[in-house]
Every structure is written in C-alpha cells, then in structure tokens.
C-alpha cells in the first residue's frame, strides 16, 4: 500500500511558478512508477506527466512540454511537479498517482492523492 499527500497548490498569476510536491507512505516508493494528473471542472482527467521509478524516464502531456517539469527523490519518498509559465487554462485540482508498471507512461495507476488546488489568474 502507498499513500500520497499532495501540497503546494494556490493562486498564482499567469507567467507565475508553483511546485507541487506529493509525499508518499510505504517501504516501497522507489518501485513505482509516478505521475501527475490534473482535472478542472467541468472536464475529465488529464495526464499530465509520468516519471519512471529511478527518475530516468519521462513523458509529459503535450499542452505542458516545455513548462512542467517532474521529479522525485527516492530518499525523501516525494515526487515533485515544477510548473512554470502557468497558464489559466493550468487551473484544476492535481494528483498524485502511483503505478506498479514500468513503462512509461502507465496504462493504469494504482494509488491516488486527494488532490491539491492549482488556480491561475488572468
């Protein structure tokens, strides 16, 4: 079992930065794969990036190339979502997920965050 806290979220101006962190429970951590996932309203969830479980590997949504950038620390048990040059269109809840495969991106992911709150204004 893992579990993932999300934080880090907030109101940001568009142009602005945020890093999101998410900090998982288990003995586990540096077997999964991890990704970030975001959901604003009205719409589905999106993917936005995947990392490997040795951090090697990674793989971004298209509309955040360039801008997002993620990380971990195995040590620390943290996965981390660097997002700049935000954007309204940037403003959802974002999660954590962890995933037991490894290739990346996941087909599925196996444990979820709560979610942290990321709004952009104009």
């Known amino acids: 079992q893992v579990q993932l806290v999300e934080s880090g979220g907030g109101v940001v101006q568009a142009g602005g930065s945020l890093r999101l962190s998410c900090a998982a429970s288990?003995?586990?951590?540096?077997?999964?794969?991890m990704g970030w996932f975001r959901q604003a309203p009205g719409k589905e969830r999106e993917v936005v990036a995947a990392?490997?479980?040795?951090?090697?590997?990674?793989n971004y949504a298209d509309s955040v190339k360039g801008r997002f950038t993620i990380s971990r620390d195995n040590a620390k048990k943290s996965v981390y979502l660097q997002m700049n040059s935000l954007k309204p269109e940037d403003t959802a809840v974002y999660y954590c997920?962890?995933?037991?495969?490894?290739?990346?991106?996941?087909?599925?992911?196996?444990?979820w965050g709560q979610g942290t709150q990321v709004t952009v204004s104009s």
């Open positions: 997920a962890a995933s037991r495969e490894a290739t990346i991106p996941p087909d599925e992911y196996d444990f």
């Open positions: 288990g003995r586990t951590f540096s077997s999964y794969a």
């Open positions: 990392i490997s479980w040795s951090g090697g590997d990674t």
